[in-house]
């Protein structure tokens, strides 16, 4: 058990249903958009889970492409990590005895931005104009899941640290910071 085994037991559970529900949502039409919304009906779906009732074809178009959804997520998370990790090896280097500015600032500060850019991207493509046939549904659903996952970990991450008796933000301590010193 010297192992992260709950966090790979929930992210296993948390996986498993994210994808039970991906592709549930997947089989019950993908081909259901606004595009063909004329050429099909409820009655002539062409989909064999449209003619038990999964869903009937005026809702599933209106329900998110669940595996852009998924891939969305995961791609904004990445991103988030990309970001941070450029973010902390800016922090990490600056009174390092190999520190190079190209190396140590420049090229993060790239990275970072570049990952932010592509972050910003799921407020500003779905705006009517900016990317055609991309939605706000699915963008704004991945952000939502990033953001629930987000503050799950921030919760976890809190109590498992007061559980142990760690502090969970370091800083210096109130006179240290009146007179500049570093705290011991």
């Not at 037991?9 to 498993?16: D, F, I, K």
């Not at 019950?28 to 595009?35: F, I, L, M, T, V």
């Not at 939605?135 to 990033?146: D, F, P, R």
């Not at 799950?152 to 498992?160: K, L, N, P």
Request: glycine fraction near 8%; charge should be positive.
């Amino acid at each position: 058990n010297l192992t992260p085994h709950r966090a790979i037991w929930t992210l296993a559970a948390v996986s498993a249903v994210i994808g039970i529900f991906a592709v549930l949502f997947y089989l019950c039409g993908p081909a259901a958009s606004e595009a063909n919304d004329t050429a099909l009906s409820d009655a002539q779906a062409g989909s064999f889970w449209y003619s038990f009732g999964v869903f009937k074809y005026s809702t599933a178009k209106d329900i998110p492409q669940s595996l852009l959804v998924v891939a969305l997520a995961s791609n904004f998370g990445t991103f988030l990590l990309y970001m941070l990790t450029n973010l902390i090896a800016i922090v990490a280097f600056v009174e390092h005895r190999t520190f190079n500015t190209f190396k140590h600032v420049v090229i993060p500060v790239f990275g970072l931005l570049a990952n932010l850019v592509c972050m910003l991207f799921y407020l500003i493509g779905p705006i009517p104009g900016v990317v055609t046939g991309m939605s706000w549904k699915e963008s704004y659903l991945a952000l939502g899941i990033a953001v629930v996952w987000g503050i799950y970990g921030a919760w976890y991450f809190y109590s498992s640290s007061k559980s142990k008796g760690r502090t969970t933000l370091v800083g210096l301590k109130p006179e240290a910071a009146l007179t500049g010193a570093p705290t011991p």
